[in-house]
């Protein structure tokens, strides 16, 4: 088997460490090539890099897993992952005073961006999939006996 195809399925095994990884190499790798945002530096590369790697995660969950927490808990982590490697980055290429100013702009930004996009995707991935409820059969029993009478 080539290795990109044993990548793959080793990334759909561990998904939410491939989710926090793939938040993290895209944000950093575009805010190397283009380093600028929206609002402020990074947030545009965040976004897509957030909407990827929780997309990969929830795609790829386990039936014990649940899609809300997990794609938060991904969507942060990754965001601030990629922050940080954001700021390290700014820090060695721009060379500026101001080390904990520019960590935490990029942490507030973050924080916000991993909460609302993890949170929606993982939203939208659970309104998707949803299962219904299953009743024991002792319910059904209990209920078809009222239905009779």
Known sequence: MPII?????????????AGIIIIDLI?????M??????IYL????????SIIGTSFCLKNIKSYQSYLKH???VGLVGTILSA??????DLIIFQTNLPFVIIGFF?????????IIGGIISGYY???????IKTSSIEEDFYNSLKEK
Do not use: R
């Not at 990074?42 to 890099?49: H, K, T």
């Not at 940080?84 to 980055?89: C, G, K, N, W």
């Not at 659970?126 to 219904?132: E, L, R």
């Open 27 to 31: 944000a950093f790798i575009s805010y």
């Open 84 to 89: 940080i490697s954001m700021s390290i980055f």
């Open 5 to 17: 195809a044993q990548i793959y399925e080793k990334a759909k095994k561990k998904n939410l460490l």
């Open 71 to 73: 794609g938060i808990m």
């Open 126 to 132: 659970s309104y998707k999939h949803k299962t219904p």
């Open 42 to 49: 990074g947030d545009l590369q965040m976004i897509i890099g």
């Open 107 to 115: 942490l507030i930004e973050a924080l916000l961006l991993g909460l």
């Open 33 to 38: 090539i283009f380093p600028f945002g929206i």
